[in-house]
T-cell receptor, first 113, second 118 residues
């Protein structure tokens, strides 16, 4: 069975600083990978996705993520964090059977002024 | 495009009553809709997968008789929490896969429904 691990439950960064959120997955085949963001009391918004091709993918709101097969990782990055980026971030992997998504535990991002 | 709505956004009900939550794809037809439950500060737990016109597939540990799912059309799925109890209080999120675009696993999420059972 596939699994997704987000090692950091909470991360606090200063506004303007760079950000990296870690995501590791366990999956037998080439994974379909996603990053979602959730603001308090809201649903999930897709930031970016990786299906194939270029391992560095660009998303919305200035986010990017890099797929590294050798490390089974799909870390999310942003060069300069804004206060509005404070939210919960979820990494997910697509499961072939049933077309389902398996989510990581989430990382809560807090941004200091 | 690819907007999913949920209604109501918040609901408070008394223990023992039933509550229906609607999930609609507003600008696309959905082949499949998913229902998730999210506990405070926790990740999303898939409850069930529903395809239009067929019975929902429930994840292990989810009571079929308690969480009734109906997927009557390509744009509407409903989740009914029957005989609700305080432990059913949670944030319920639906998502949908598009019918017209081949995009494996990509799901569009609704804004969620906060259910509180008193």
């Amino acid at each position: 069975a596939q699994s997704v691990t987000q090692p950091d439950i909470h991360i606090t960064v200063s506004e303007g600083a760079s950000l990296e959120l870690r995501c590791n997955y366990s999956y037998g085949a080439t994974p379909y990978l996603f990053w979602y963001v959730q603001s308090p009391g809201q649903g999930l918004q897709l930031l970016l996705k990786y299906f194939s091709g270029d391992t560095l993918v660009q998303g919305i709101k200035g986010f990017e993520a890099e797929f590294k097969r050798s490390q089974s990782s799909f870390n999310l990055r942003k060069p300069s964090v804004h206060w509005s980026d404070a939210a919960e971030y979820f990494c997910a992997v697509g499961e072939l059977a049933g077309n389902m998504l398996t989510f990581g535990g989430g990382t809560r991002l807090m941004v200091k002024p | 495009g690819a907007v999913v709505s949920q209604h109501p956004s918040r609901v408070i009900c008394k223990s023992g009553t039933s509550v229906k939550i609607e999930c609609r794809s507003l600008d696309f037809q959905a082949t499949t809709m998913f229902w998730y439950r999210q506990f405070p500060k926790k990740s999303l737990m898939l409850m069930a997968t529903s395809n239009e016109g067929s019975k929902a597939t429930y994840e292990q540990g989810v009571e079929k008789d308690k969480f009734l799912i109906n997927h009557a059309s390509l744009t509407l799925s409903t989740l009914t929490v029957t005989s609700a109890h305080p432990e059913d209080s949670s944030f319920y999120i639906c998502s949908a896969r598009r019918r017209d675009i081949y995009s494996p696993y990509e799901q569009y999420f609704g804004p969620g429904t906060r259910l509180t059972v008193t």
